[in-house]
């Protein structure tokens, strides 16, 4: 049981360039959220889809876009890369709302010079 | 929105020795959660602890809802204890978003 995946470990972004971070899940939870953690800070909500096709904002969506057309994959979008974009980013999933601890990925370092 | 503070924000300890690191939350909340995010970076997922005692070997967990905290308690540490322990809440709704704290940096030297 794989759980939580993401790619890649590591990446270096110009500023303007484009990318996707990849998120897939085998654990066939319907929830998913994106977190980035700058450093020396906690982790803040990017992104969060609660099924297939539904997807909201969280508390930092600016800069970003994500879309769910599966149950096991969650990619974010950056569109243009800034260097206020440099972080770590987590993925994390849970089967539902009550009672369940949300899982979470090894994350994405991700640097933009 | 609900406020989480998490005390000491670091701590130095001698191996051996015990700590006790406490998280405060401002509203109520149906999930809590604590994590130690490794030197390496991951976040390992410790107590899933919305209210009462966990214990999981060396460490252990307490959170009182009602009052608003939650405890988390470290024996006979261990260098490879180091690292930031979170804690995080979710208050509430459909959704199970998780709000967490700064965190607490912990140093234990051999």
């Known amino acids: 049981n794989a759980g939580v995946t993401q790619t890649p470990k590591f990446r270096i972004l110009k500023i303007g360039q484009s990318m996707t971070l990849q998120c897939t899940q085998d654990m066939n939870h319907n929830y998913m959220y994106w977190y980035r953690q700058d450093p020396g800070m906690g982790l803040k909500l990017i992104y969060y889809s609660v099924g297939a096709g539904i997807t909201d904002k969280g508390e930092v969506p600016n800069g970003y876009n994500v879309s769910r057309s599966t149950t096991e994959d969650f990619p974010l979008r950056l569109e243009l890369a800034a260097p206020s974009q440099t972080s770590v980013y987590f993925c994390a999933s849970t089967r539902d709302i009550f009672n369940q601890p949300q899982h979470f990925g090894d994350g994405t370092r991700l640097s933009i010079l | 929105g609900i406020q989480v503070e998490q005390s000491p924000p670091d701590l130095i300890l001698q191996e051996g020795a015990n700590s006790t690191l406490r998280c405060n939350f401002s509203d109520s909340v149906n999930n809590l959660q604590w994590f130690h995010q490794n030197p390496w970076g991951q976040l390992i997922n410790l107590f899933y602890?919305?209210?009462g005692t966990k214990q999981n070997g060396r460490l252990s967990a307490t959170t009182v809802a009602t009052e608003r905290y939650s405890l988390l308690y470290i024996s006979s540490s261990q260098t490879t204890d180091s690292g930031v322990y979170f804690c995080a809440v979710s208050p509430g709704g459909a959704t199970n978003k998780l709000i967490f704290g700064t965190g607490t940096l912990l140093a234990v030297q051999p």
């Open positions: 602890i919305p209210s």
